[in-house]
């Protein structure tokens, strides 16, 4: 026999974690508030842009994506590709 949850349970949970989510929120704006409100994506973005005009061959050096790969790029991007064909197909 399926046991179903009554959509009154459903609203709960949802209530739920809302009350959760804007728990958190909360949290992090009192435990840091003059610095919550400066990082922004335009200013994340700008910081990057400034570095990289600064420092342009650090970019190259970062090694962004896969934590610790010592595969080139192009064969990561190929296993990325050759997996997203064989999921979505």
Known sequence: MVTRIRPAGWLALAVA???LA??????ARARVPQDYWKQTDATVYRAAGLAVRHQ????YALRLGV?????PYA???????????AVFR
């Open 22 to 27: 804007v728990a958190g929120y909360a949290a």
């Open 17 to 19: 974690l809302f009350l």
């Open 56 to 59: 342009p061959a650090e970019l």
């Open 67 to 71: 934590a610790g790969s010592r595969l």
């Open 75 to 85: 064969v990561r991007r190929a296993g990325v590709r050759g997996g997203e064909r």
